[in-house]
């Protein structure tokens, strides 16, 4: 016998994966409970990472700057590093979103 699909809304894309690059899902019923929180701790650090690497790396691309090509690199990859990770939590955050209910036709 199989086991029912859970309900989407019930599921948490978590801000890591694993060893190949896959992601992590976690079913959960809304309840306030240790890997959701740390979940939560998590996305914190990456956000702030990422203001971080954007504070660091906006003088390197003003004009007149002198950087190597490996200065370069090393900023292309924070920068990509960053906006990777942010786009899996805004990603797990929509999914988090209830929809808009249906307008009654009294609202129309």
């Known amino acids: 016998m199989t086991q029912p699909e859970p ?42 990472t990422a203001a971080i690497a954007l504070k660091l790396t906006k003088p390197m691309v003003e004009d007149g700057a002198k950087l190597t090509v490996p200065e370069l690199r090393w900023a292309a990859r924070r920068l990509i590093e960053s906006l990777s990770e942010l786009l899996v939590i805004a990603e797990s955050r929509g999914q988090r979103i209830p929809p808009y209910a249906e307008p009654d036709d009294a609202d129309k």
Do not use: F, H, M, N
Request: hydrophobic share 30%; charged share 35%.
């Open 7 to 48: 309900d989407s809304r019930l599921l948490r894309l978590l801000p890591w994966s694993d060893d190949d690059g896959k992601t992590a899902l976690l079913s959960t019923d809304g309840t306030e409970t240790y890997l959701p929180r740390l979940a939560d701790r998590v996305e914190e650090q990456q956000i702030e």
